[in-house]
């Protein structure tokens, strides 16, 4: 089932704890203050400055040459395999990875370009085995391997850098490109405690979102090489991706990148927090990691647990059986948590 299934409905009535995900909050007084005051210009003609400062600042960040911002992970993902792609090329990538599952294969669809999914491993990582056996012999029967796709964190998963960087070289070493899908990328450096280029150095291009655990209203950063930046961002414009006075949300990214890197940890640690009051209540199969919780209730009531949180002003997504993804982010601070948790103890009391 869907990780999205049952995210739709809540209209303009704001919960007073929304679980559901992280791209659902909202900006704070502080990041209103800086986007009402981003300077401006017509950035499909490159002039506005606040979307180049977005773009110099997380490519320097993450090692690279350029920065190119798109308005939503799916296009910046999408953009960085038409830039290293050519029509019947093809991407091999997780199974289960967002770019394969819920992205709606719009690079086949859209732009021409084969993808090849392998299982994913239980860490979330590629096994560099599966990756090799992937990559297509040089016959004319067959698409040609272009790209490895890979993605940090998964399912909240922060994949060892060992294991990306195993995956990236029996990649490369087999003639291919990689492309990094970092979403929730800070989550990741933040969980395992390295640089931003020490991930973001094992690939080639690497798409950050800026409006899950950053918190801002939209978009995205897609980094790498010039030539691959200066491709991808003809590739924006095809896509209708190109904006005029962009600086309003980029300046939203600029405060972000400032102010909510840090605090990543605080909503990890109200995870751990949540997944250890649902353990101890015994009401199912729980897994965590970073801002996530799996939650698999054993007696099946997803939609009366759904219900009773409702009432009281918590939102659970997840569809009616199987494991419901709980989000921690900004918008939960302890006052929030606790009234989950005492929903929660209510229920299963």
Not at 29 to 37: F, K, S, T
Not at 58 to 69: I, N, Q, T, V
Not at 181 to 197: H, K, P, V
């Amino acid at each position: 089932m869907s990780q999205y299934t049952g995210l739709a409905g809540m209209g303009a009535d704001a919960p007073l704890c929304d679980l559901r995900s992280d791209t659902v909050t909202r900006p704070d007084a502080g990041m209103l203050q800086a986007m009402a005051a981003a300077e401006l210009g017509d950035d499909v003609f490159g002039e506005d400055p606040s979307v180049n400062r977005l773009e110099a600042v997380l490519a320097e960040r993450l090692g690279k040459d350029a920065g190119l911002f798109l308005p939503t992970g799916t296009m910046s993902n999408f953009t960085a395999m038409l830039a290293h792609c050519q029509r019947g090329e093809e991407v091999i990538c997780g199974r289960g990875y967002h770019v394969y599952a819920y992205e709606a294969v719009g690079a086949s669809v859209l732009g021409g370009i084969a993808l090849c999914p392998v299982a994913v491993r239980g860490d979330g990582a590629l096994d560099p085995a599966e990756i090799r056996s992937a990559v297509r012999e040089d016959d004319p029967h067959l698409p040609i391997s272009r790209l490895l796709s890979l993605e940090n964190t998964h399912n909240g998963l922060a994949v060892p850098l060992a294991d990306m960087a195993a995956a990236a070289g029996a990649g490369r070493a087999a003639g291919l490109s990689v492309h990094l899908d970092g979403a929730r990328f800070f989550n990741a450096i933040t969980a395992l405690g390295c640089s931003e280029t020490d991930l973001a150095g094992l690939a080639d291009t690497v798409s950050v979102c800026l409006s899950k655990g950053l918190g801002t209203p939209a978009g995205s950063v897609l980094a790498g090489p010039s030539d691959l930046i200066a491709k991808a961002r003809r590739w924006r414009k095809m896509l209708g991706g190109g904006m005029r006075q962009a600086g309003v949300l980029a300046a939203a990214g600029l405060y972000a990148l400032e102010h909510n890197v840090a605090r990543l940890a605080e909503d990890h640690a109200r995870a751990a927090e949540m997944a250890g009051v649902l353990r101890s209540l015994g009401a199912g199969e729980v897994v965590q990691a970073t801002n996530m919780v799996f939650f698999t209730p054993a007696d099946g009531r997803n939609d009366g647990l759904r219900a009773h949180l409702a009432a009281d002003g918590v939102v659970i997504g997840g569809g009616s059986s199987g494991a419901i993804r709980i989000v921690l982010h900004r918008d939960v601070d302890d006052a929030a948590l606790a009234r989950a948790v005492q929903g929660l103890k209510s229920f299963y009391g």
